[in-house]
């Protein structure tokens, strides 16, 4: 999330517009993100099963077909990227010096998506072994390559041309081009837990179809996510371009306190994946809960942190009063729903770590769009809480899916799923 997020520091500094363009395309290239992670979630969890199983060649294949899973995915993506960045974000109705800036930043991300693909499909086959720290190092040398180089892109300084957010976007793809080659290498050197070869690479549908049936309910899981933020946004905009950007803001600030939770059920899915291989269910069902326990203390923490330096936060991106004041209040209200997100999003990533896709995607579809979606239309014109109503709607979403996934982790019948 890092990447995204550097953009916007640097690009907050070109204005309101600049940071509402990158905000909303953001969100848009998120939706792509989303479905290839899904996709490579059925990677994930047929591995960690393999690898509990001391089954390697097994899990050799299912890392092959997720290169061919990778490579059709950016192909297409490029395309739609080329041809029709500008339709998809002309929909929203922005204000034109709005759609100018999104557009540039959009195209850039999605044609350059192969990079992502490299780098998902290098993270997913060495988390999935049981490697989180060899991704984590590559993440982290990226991403200081990236915070360098951005702002010498979109400001033009010392040699570099002034590319505004083009240069934001293409600051992120080159870095993660680098991420992608590294993991890629050390995969197939040999330098992770699974080593990793092409030797009689062929197309298997058998495993593509088992890896997109188990991928395909993440994928829109993560979609009904990431495009109910886009009709949120939608809900944002006749407030203004403030509200646009203050929105956006809280996103990036929200997707911080997500994303720990995130590995945190990530890293319990894959323990709970190996150790169902195992025929250890018992143990599988501690490490969803214990990931659980501590993404609820991480986001507790959060939240007072939140409380009190809500302001000081939205400054790193800008300063303007309005602004901080609109996105000050988003955050705020948002603390209902941090107490129980770690709790959520480590239970759900949890899930799908074992290969259970089908109810996070249930969920997601009936918590986000018969709860949140719903309520963010009707409150800010029923209750008179204008474009806060949005974020009360959001928070009562997040309240749904927290008394959901614990009733059904708790019921255990994910100890039986077959993948």
Known sequence: MLGPT?????????????????????????????????????????????????????????????????VAFSIFMAVIGIFFAKPIFSLFGLEADVVTEGVAYMRIQLVGMVTMSSMAVARSIMQASGDTKTPMKISIGSRL??????????????IFPRLG???????????????????LWILFSGRTRLSVTLRNLRFDGNIVWRTVKIGLPASITNIERSFSQLVLVWFVIPFGTLAVAAHSLAQRIDQFVQMP???????????????????????????????????????????????????????IFNTEPSLLEIAGTFLRIQIAGYVVWGMVIALSMSLNGLGDTVITMLTNLSTMWGVSITLAYFLPRVTGLGVYGVRWAMVAGIAMRAIIYPVYFRLGRWKRKKI
Do not use: Y
Not at 11 to 35: D, R, Y
Not at 283 to 299: D, H, K, M, N, Q
């Open 165 to 183: 957010v083009s240069g934001a976007a293409l600051s992120n793809v080159i870095a993660q081009a680098l991420a992608g080659a590294l993991g």
């Open 6 to 70: 550097i953009d916007m520091i640097w690009v907050g500094k070109l204005g309101a517009a600049s940071i509402a363009g990158v905000g909303v395309s953001g969100i848009a290239v998120m939706v792509v993100n989303s479905l290839l992670t899904g996709l490579f979630t059925g990677t994930t969890a047929m591995i960690a099963r393999f690898v509990g199983a001391r089954e390697e060649q097994s899990a050799n294949r299912v890392a092959q077909q997720a290169f061919v899973i990778g």
């Open 145 to 158: 390559f990236h915070v360098t180089l951005c702002p010498f892109l979109v400001f033009g300084w010392w």
């Open 261 to 315: 939770c995130a590995g945190l059920g990530t890293s319990a899915g894959i323990l709970a994946g190996q150790n169902l291989g195992a025929d250890q269910p018992e143990r599988s069902a501690r490490t969803g809960w214990l990931a659980a326990g501590l993404s609820t203390c991480f986001t507790v923490i959060c939240s007072v942190i939140i409380w009190f330096w809500a302001e000081n936060l939205v400054s």
